[in-house]
């Protein structure tokens, strides 16, 4: 999963993210640094925090995407312009090797391999993560993307 915040105390949004999840059928089993970077598609906004998780669930895939939208509700996630300013955004990347794609949820995520900041934080918490519909590693898309300024803050 990818955590992004650019609203309000950021690490805090990052740490209450965090404990929702793990009090929500997931359990965090490895995290990445908190990188700080810029805004993607939608630029005229504060600067992001943004990092991926490793989590392991019994949920099922439609139970995950409906956990995970409870929760950004609990942290009062608002949703005004797409791509724009949030408190709190956690996205599904991946599920191991699944591909699906229903209006709920597609996974693995469509726009993953044009993000920096999902695809750095995703190769510390699974560095051996293979596209399962293009078969390309994290280094090959990372390599593929044009360099972008991101840093690690914790």
Not at 101 to 113: A, W
Request: proline residues 7%; glycine residues 6%.
């Amino acid at each position: 999963m990818s955590l992004g915040t650019n609203m309000g105390n950021r690490l805090i949004m990052l740490t209450k993210a965090l404990s929702e999840l793990g009090h929500s059928g997931f359990s965090i089993i490895d995290r990445s640094k908190i990188w700080e970077t810029t805004p993607w598609g939608f630029t005229d906004q504060p600067r992001f925090l943004n990092m991926c998780v490793s989590a392991e669930t019994g949920l099922s895939p439609e139970e995950m995407i409906k956990m995970i939208k409870t929760i950004e509700g609990r942290l009062d996630r608002i949703k005004n312009v797409k791509w724009g300013p949030r408190n709190i955004d956690i996205d599904i990347i991946a599920i191991d090797e699944m591909v699906i794609d229903t209006p709920e949820l597609t996974v693995p995520h469509p726009y993953m391999h044009e993000r920096a900041f999902v695809l750095i934080p995703l190769r510390e918490v699974a560095p051996q993560f293979t596209h399962p519909m293009t078969g390309k590693t994290l280094e090959e898309m990372i390599c593929a993307l044009p360099s972008e300024k991101m840093e690690w803050i914790i």
